[in-house]
């Protein structure tokens, strides 16, 4: 059985405008986890505390696996930096960043600051459009 993460409602939520983000800023020790995002059933985001990242559709994400996008994360307030080091559904070194809060239900809340540059298309992978 796979644990999805240790929050009650472990969920990824994209807020179109951002200023409906409510909660707090997450913290580098909140991330660590399983993350699945509402808009996009299926696709998973691993957040490793070592600041590894990884998201694939198929469950690719465990660490030395053939995910779609690889890479790391950085937090600093409540902006999430992701840049891509490999898989193969994206091309080193393109990124984006979410601005980001931790609703009291437990979801992540995310808005796309920036969005990946090349063909990472990361708000097309995680809304599944």
Known sequence: ?????????PAIREIVVP?????????ADDLPGIWMPIEAPGLLVRLSADG??????????????YA??????????????FVIS???ACSAPDGW????????DGLLNVV??????????TRRELNGR
Do not use: Q
């Open 19 to 27: 200023a409906s983000i409510d909660g707090s800023p997450p913290t």
């Open 86 to 88: 490999g898989g193969h």
């Open 112 to 121: 796309y600051a920036t969005e990946a540059r090349g063909s990472a298309g």
């Open 1 to 9: 059985m796979l644990k999805v993460n240790p929050r009650p409602h």
């Open 97 to 104: 960043t979410w601005e980001s809060s931790l609703a009291e």
């Open 52 to 65: 590894t990242f990884a998201i694939d559709s198929g469950g690719n994400i465990a660490p030395n696996t």
């Open 68 to 81: 779609s996008v690889l890479g790391g994360y950085e937090v600093a307030g409540d902006t999430i930096t």
